[in-house]
Nanobody, 129 residues
C-alpha cells in the first residue's frame, strides 16, 4: 500500500522559508512523476512543482526562482524548499505521485492532477503578520 505523508508546514513571516517533506512508503515502481500542489482556502488546487524519475523538473511560474523541489531516493522522501514566501503562498500543500513518468511532461501534471495515483493528506502553510 502506497502512502505519502507530508510534514514541515507551519507559520512563517513573509519573506521567510520553510522546507516541506513528503515521506513515501510502499512505492515499488521505478518510474514516477511526483509533484507538489497547493490549495488556498476557497480556491482550486494548483500545481507547484514536479519531478520525474529521470530528474526532469518543472515549476509553476509564480514560484520559479523561490521554490526548489528535490528528492532523496535513499530516504524515499520528496522535498519542497520554499524561500521568500509571499502573502499568496499560504495554502494546504499536498504531494502526489503517479506511476507514469510522462505525467510530468509539459503542463500535464498541472492540468490533469485529479488523475494522479496517490496523494498525501497535506500540510498547512500560513503567513504570520
Amino acid at each position: 500500500q502506497v502512502q505519502l505523508v507530508e510534514s514541515g508546514g507551519g507559520s512563517v513571516q513573509a519573506g521567510g522559508s520553510l522546507r516541506l517533506s513528503c515521506a513515501v512508503s510502499g512505492y515499488t515502481y521505478s518510474s514516477y512523476c511526483m509533484a507538489w500542489f497547493r490549495q488556498p482556502p476557497g480556491k482550486e488546487r494548483e500545481g507547484v512543482a514536479a519531478i520525474d524519475s529521470d530528474g526532469h523538473i518543472s515549476y509553476t511560474a509564480s514560484v520559479k526562482g523561490r521554490f526548489t523541489i528535490s528528492q532523496d531516493n535513499a530516504k524515499n522522501t520528496l522535498y519542497l524548499q520554499m524561500d521568500s514566501l509571499e502573502p499568496e503562498d499560504p495554502a494546504m500543500y499536498y504531494c502526489a505521485a503517479d506511476r507514469r513518468r510522462g505525467y510530468c511532461s509539459g503542463g500535464y501534471w498541472r492540468d490533469y492532477y485529479t488523475g494522479m495515483d496517490y496523494w498525501g493528506k497535506g500540510t498547512l502553510v500560513t503567513i504570520s503578520s
